[in-house]
């Protein structure tokens, strides 16, 4: 378990920072430092176990059926990486804290850099390939969201999204190769996957999971051609820079190769690919470095090349060079990192990083001069720092390549070229800097000043560790290193001397070539800059970006093709979709009547059925006249009602014919505020193709229910419900059993929907403002009178008549046709019809009622009648009756689901009421003087 | 009996997809509904036509199907919903508007393609 806190810790600490921020920077440091801190002294405590070569696991099934799980190894390996990620973000939360201006958001940072720094613990400390792949895809988000954390400069957001895009990518090539790789091996379990190395060698798919897998990981460590999204993300502030796009993250490609070195490694295409891309960006990297006038981007370049040497390292496949490559991966950790703290320290008290405008500091600020040389000649491979150690067997395994016969020779001599190129420009970044005459008085900041104590600290600590590694590297890092070198080659390590002095031999010389013709090169810059000047060189930010449009177009253009906004157009591609999708699903039915007969046809039914249509029809045909339209509509709607009744569906009926009331009402209501008449606009082609989609989709329809209809069903469930609504909910009404009972959790649902329906009509009409017409479309004014005498008295009299009735359709509705539904609806229709004879104000004196909290406590009611169930130990909406008898009224039945529909009935009242006389309200507030819709008169001159 | 209904859902469906491919919201808004009591009709009938035979117990020999009963009868309330929100929401349109058509302007769908713009180099 306490593995896992090693990941959690950073992550539980995530949200300290952002909570403390209000009480000062120094507490919001402290709290951002609490996890890692913990994290740290944890994986202390597994030192001295792990330098014995043991392993620790964590295994948690998280998808079992994918193969996914939570499993987390801690080998040596995996502690050199998590030291580092520990030490090193620790040390960057220090100095953020005195890098970060008040203007921005401290908290916003740490808390950004310890779910980095969560991610990139479980890259590290992943035993499973899949969830490895999570937290890497974790890492370039949050490499993405910290690129950008100044997200009002261009720059940031350009080079953001250029490293997600790249980096992401990179991520899901891994993803596919991870895929494979677990297919040919059979587990996505490390250990299964490293002791598979002759499988997965053999197998024919290798050379394909090699490639994928490499491209992630050379993505993510920017290796040529992948390398142009790491200087962009220089974007980004010091203290990220410096911690991930130096010291982690980037690294994160080349522990992807260290892990997966046992499995992969040692065929031929291994050597190839990862050897020659790895010399590329090598010398590449350190060729350009030399060139950049900004600081950053010189250590961005430098990086590049650095990591070109790491990945170069890891492509010998000889376990010496796979032993440099590690060393050189914390190597580098600790002097670039170093560096890039010492660059946002000069820029921080200078205002600039650019080395043209930057010179002489060393008066200025002698302990960052100090510390920054020190890091810098680590860097360029100095005698006695550690950057020289592991560079010189870096040089003395390119000696021993012989896999190009004749033209080997070729590896040791671009090595040592970019050995000079990285002395020139180390020593670039100190003489520049630090030397070569005196600042600029036209600096931002002058004169600058020596950074605060604590802020230099930090980078001082890695600077010592520079100088220490450098000189005592058997008693500091050769324990972590055997440890880690054990965990990447397995038992087999090679006997090898981290020594300063070997004697004078090859390697020596090649180091000390670089050093003198680095130092030659840098004093004859001037007309190699000239050269580079007048050199051809794309900026791949451009062609990112034009790409990127060019991307977003060809989108756009395909968006267009498909849907160009209107809806008419979309409406007739789905509708044609479905045609083709059912046609193509039932055309083998061939037959399209079953084998049960028809039943004979009556005459009345007939005759209903006519009138449907003929008012269906009629309801198109004088659509254009929208109040007949509406008016034929509802005998549409009347004859369903009658349609239940006829076919043994009495609930049905009852609760159509009450919708049907309150539909036509509310479409009345709303057709007053909108134009009478339809224009005639359709052509007669957009009428033809809508006539045979119609047609198409009723004839398919249509023989769909024929064919239905017609073959034998299985009434094995209504038989269910039917046999135990009486025992089981206590009704003889199975239809309300099954609402209120049965299914209660769906009528629960569905009385939900209603309300919110209610709320988004409520919300939709707040602060709506619609002109109305003066006269009606034929001239006429609206009569002077609202409420006529006669209806007023008479609907106040229908009333509590309709009142008494709603109530007894509830109460018999668990026996009897009716219910909560029905109940809520007639006394809606009630109200409404107060509201329509007598006015809004004329009601709301008298029900001072707020309807959407009327709906929302019917809802309550519902939730805890399903509740208490509970309390009596059953399930959610578990119902209970009884039966009372009472004298004069006779047997009465209470059941729990009564309550229940209760909530139904409020539900449908407060909704129903809510929509409505929102409507109504918004009829009362026009201004009678109101100018005539233009609307209108234009439709009415048509 | 089954071929009239069938007949008089399939001309429910036609019309409604018919008022349904309109231009204007009012008309659309019929549509659905026409639409949606044939949808109602539809699942209704998937539990067979029985006649004389409602689902309450004690009332007959046997029973119509109540599952589907069950089903529509939320549907029709939950439609009555929908068809109040979409009506709010056309006349919301039409005041933001100024017009009742479904695309919020006449002129959307007439022209090939929208016009694009290309993106300027410091729009990102």
Same mark, same amino acid.
């Given at each position: 378990m306490e593995i896992l806190l090693i990941i959690a810790l950073p992550l539980l600490g995530a949200g300290l920072p952002l909570l403390t921020e209000r009480f000062g920077r120094n507490i919001c440091a402290i709290s951002a430092a609490l996890g890692p801190a913990l994290s740290l002294i944890l994986i202390l405590q597994y030192i001295p176990a792990l330098l014995q070569h043991q392993m620790f696991f964590l295994h948690q099934p998280w998808v079992p059926q994918l193969g996914l799980d939570f499993s987390l190894r801690l080998d040596g390996l995996g502690m050199i990486f998590a030291l580092m990620i520990l030490v090193i973000g620790l040390l960057v939360i220090l100095y953020a804290r005195y890098y970060i201006s008040n203007k921005d958001s401290l908290g916003r940072l740490y808390a950004l850099l310890q779910l980095f720094m969560m991610a990139m613990l479980g890259i590290v400390l992943a035993d499973n390939l899949l969830l490895l792949v999570v937290f890497w895809e974790l890492t370039s988000l949050m490499s993405f969201l910290l690129i950008g954390y100044w997200s009002h400069s261009t720059e940031a957001r350009k080079g953001a999204r250029m490293a997600l895009a790249i980096t992401g990518a990179g991520g899901l090539s891994l993803l596919a190769g991870a895929l494979i790789l677990g297919q040919i091996v059979g587990s996505y379990n490390l250990d299964m996957i490293l002791n598979s190395s002759a499988l997965i060698q053999s197998h024919g798919l290798y050379p394909v999971v090699l490639i994928l897998i490499l491209i992630g990981a050379f993505t993510k460590s920017a290796q040529f051609p992948f390398y142009f999204w790491l200087p962009h993300a220089m974007a980004a502030p010091t203290p990220a820079s410096a911690y991930l796009h130096s010291a982690t993250m980037v690294k994160a490609g080349v522990f992807l190769l260290a892990r997966l070195y046992p499995a992969l490694s040692g065929s031929d295409l291994w050597f190839y690919l990862v050897t020659f891309t790895g010399l590329t960006t090598l010398v590449f990297g350190a060729y350009n470095a030399l060139f950049k006038h900004d600081l950053k981007g010189l250590l961005a370049y430098s990086t590049i090349s650095h990591l070109g040497l790491i990945t170069m390292l890891f492509g010998f496949s000889s376990d010496l060079a796979t032993i440099a490559a590690l060393f050189h991966i914390i190597n580098h950790a600790t002097f670039k990192a170093s560096l890039f703290m010492a660059a946002g320290i000069i820029d921080h008290e200078t205002g600039t990083r650019d080395m043209r405008r930057i010179f002489g500091l060393a008066r200025f600020m002698p302990v960052t001069a100090t510390v920054a040389m020190v890091s810098a000649s680590a860097m360029a491979g100095v005698p006695l720092l550690n950057g020289f150690l592991s560079k010189e067997m870096f040089f003395s395994e390119t000696l021993k390549l012989d896999q190009l016969g004749n033209f080997s020779y070729i590896f040791p001599l671009l090595a040592t070229f970019a050995g000079i190129f990285a002395v020139a420009y180390s020593y670039r970044f100190i003489h520049d800097v630090f030397f070569n005459g005196e600042p600029n008085k036209d600096l931002p900041i002058y004169p600058p000043h020596e950074a605060p104590l604590y802020m230099i600290l930090p980078m001082a600590v890695l600077g010592l560790l520079c100088l220490a590694l450098g000189t005592m590297p058997n008693l500091l890092v050769s324990p972590l290193l055997h440890a880690a070198a054990y965990a990447v080659l397995g038992t087999d390590i090679p006997r090898y001397h981290l020594a300063i002095w070997h004697g004078f031999n090859l390697p020596l010389l090649m180091s000390f070539v670089a050093l003198g013709g680095g130092l030659l090169l840098y004093y004859q810059r001037k007309g190699l800059f000239a050269f580079y000047e007048r050199g051809y060189r794309v900026d791949q930010k451009v062609v990112f970006e034009k790409r990127i449009q060019r991307l977003v177009r060809l989108a756009q253009r395909c968006t267009d093709a498909v849907e160009n906004g209107s809806l008419q157009r979309s409406v007739a591609v789905i509708i044609t979709a479905t045609l083709v999708m059912a046609a193509i699903e039932f055309w083998p039915l061939g037959n399209i009547l079953g084998e049960i007969p028809l039943t004979p046809i009556d005459g009345i039914s007939v005759i209903m059925a006519s009138i449907m249509i003929v008012a269906a029809v009629v309801t198109v045909s004088s659509h254009h006249n929208r109040y007949a339209a509406l008016l034929a509509l509802s005998a549409v709607g009347l004859v369903v009602s009658l349609a239940f009744v006829r076919f043994s569906a009495p609930d049905l009926a009852l609760t159509q014919i009450s919708v049907e009331v309150v539909t036509i009402i509310l479409l009345m209501l709303a057709l007053f505020f909108l134009p009478q008449l339809t224009p005639y606009e359709s052509s007669w082609r957009r009428a033809i193709r809508d006539m045979v989609l119609a047609g198409g989709a009723g004839i398919a329809v249509g023989l769909f229910t024929l064919a239905i209809l017609t073959r034998p069903y299985d009434t094995g469930l209504a038989d269910f419900f039917i046999a135990n609504s009486?025992? @089981? @909910?206590? @009704?003889?009404n199975v239809v309300n059993v099954i609402l209120v009972d049965f299914r209660g959790f769906d009528t629960f649902g569905e009385i939900t929907v209603l309300a919110i329906a209610g709320l988004g009509v409520f919300l939709v009409l707040q602060g709506l403002e619609l002109s109305v017409p003066r006269t009606d479309r034929h001239g006429r004014q609206w009569t002077r009178d609202p409420y006529p005498i006669i209806i007023t008295v008479l609907s106040r009299m229908f009333f509590p008549l309709a009142l008494m009735v709603s109530v007894f359709i509830f109460l018999r509705g668990h026996n009897q046709p009716g219910g909560g539904f029905i109940a809520g609806l007639i006394t809606a229709i009630a109200l409404i019809l107060q509201y329509i004879c007598s006015g809004t104000d004329w009601v709301r004196q008298r029900l001072p009622v707020d309807y959407g909290r009327m709906s929302v406590v019917g809802i309550l009611v519902a939730v805890f009648t399903g509740m208490g169930s509970w309390l009596f130990g059953y399930p959610f909406l578990t119902t209970t009756f009884t039966h009372l008898h009472l004298p004069l009224v006779g047997d009465i039945e209470l059941a729990s689901a009564m309550v229940f529909d209760i909530g139904v009935y409020v539900t449908v009242v407060g909704a129903t009421l809510l929509m409505l006389s929102q409507l109504g309200n918004l009829a009362q507030t026009i201004d009678p003087q109101a100018e005539t819709d233009p609307d209108f008169t234009s439709e009415e001159s048509r | 009996m089954e071929a009239l209904v069938a007949v008089v859902i399939a001309v429910l469906v036609s019309c409604g997809v018919y008022l349904l491919l309109r231009a204007r919201t009012f008309p659309v808004i019929l549509g659905l509904t026409l639409l949606s009591y044939a949808v109602n009709l539809f699942i209704f009938v998937m539990g067979r036509l029985r006649s004389g035979a409602p689902a309450v117990i004690g009332s007959s020999e046997s029973y119509a199907d109540p599952i589907p009963q069950a089903l529509v009868l939320t549907a029709i309330v939950i439609g009555f919903a929908m068809t109040a929100f979409l009506l709010v929401l056309s006349l919301r349109a039409r005041a933001e508007l100024g017009n009742d058509h479904v695309d919020g302007s $006449? $002129?959307?769908?007439?022209?090939?393609s929208k016009p694009v713009r290309p993106l300027e180099e410091d729009e990102v």
């Open positions: 009486v025992s @089981g @909910g206590g @009704g003889t | $006449a $002129a959307i769908g007439e022209k090939p």
